[in-house]
């Protein structure tokens, strides 16, 4: 695949997300995901508009370098690193900090990437065929080799992509994530386990529900996401 994102994420996506039987502000948000030269951003705000989840992923060439994930809610920042075929990794979660290095693969996926890897797989997934790859889990300190497959065949304009552990053994423990790209390889929405977290860093509560894209902007040059250009990176 190509390094920079080029297909779903070379516009600027916009949608909200709903938690799963869940009720109240905190179980809605909302969601904006751009390309901002060489890097690519996800945004997650709450009912009331507060930022609750972001995402940086830096590029040099067609090769990411550099990974940022930051939940506000739960105090926690992981930056992961890459050179080489090495991932280094710095995981802070409130107080506590630690390092963890990785050997990985050239092709190692991470954040956003995996909807942009799966929209460009998508005539090999609707001939009927599996895509496996490694995706980085940056809060677990670990790459998971995933399989995605398409569900429902190849009739439909619609191509619903089913995302679960390679290894029959991990698949109890990895929570499946079902994505839905239309004719043109733009996601539509995804199923599964979201980005925020509740709860707090002694206690951090994953969220599973459905995240819809409401808006795509093809030339990604709204004024918010411009503005958001012009901002310093996380920090």
């Not at 948000?29 to 709450?46: G, I, K, L, T």
């Not at 809610?73 to 995981?91: F, K, N, S, W």
């Amino acid at each position: 695949m190509s390094g920079l994102p080029l297909l779903a994420f070379a516009f600027v996506l916009s949608g909200d997300a709903q938690v799963a039987a869940g009720t109240g502000e905190e179980s809605r948000f909302r969601f904006d995901a751009w390309r901002c030269q060489s890097e690519v951003h996800s945004r997650w705000r709450s009912g009331d508009g507060r930022v609750v989840a972001e995402e940086e992923l830096a590029f040099e060439g067609e090769r990411w370098v550099r990974y940022r994930l930051q939940r506000s809610t739960i105090a926690q920042d992981v930056v992961a690193t890459r050179e080489g075929d090495t991932l280094r990794l710095v995981i802070r979660n409130g107080e506590s900090r630690k390092q963890i290095t990785l050997a990985t693969t050239q092709t190692v996926l991470a954040g956003p990437l995996l909807v942009d890897h799966l929209a460009e797989k998508l005539p090999r997934l609707r001939a009927g065929k599996s895509v496996e790859f490694d995706y980085l889990v940056p809060d677990h300190g670990m790459v998971l080799r995933l399989r995605a497959t398409l569900e429902g065949g190849a009739r439909s304009a619609e191509s619903r992509v089913r995302v679960e552990a390679a290894s029959l053994l991990m698949r109890a423990f990895v929570p499946n994530t079902k994505l839905v790209f239309d004719d043109s390889g733009v996601l539509r929405s995804m199923t599964g386990r979201l980005l925020p977290q509740l709860g707090d860093v002694t206690k951090p509560k994953s969220l599973d529900g459905v995240l819809r894209v409401r808006a795509v902007n093809v030339s990604g040059e709204t004024s918010s996401m411009q503005s958001t250009c012009n901002r310093p990176t996380l920090s």
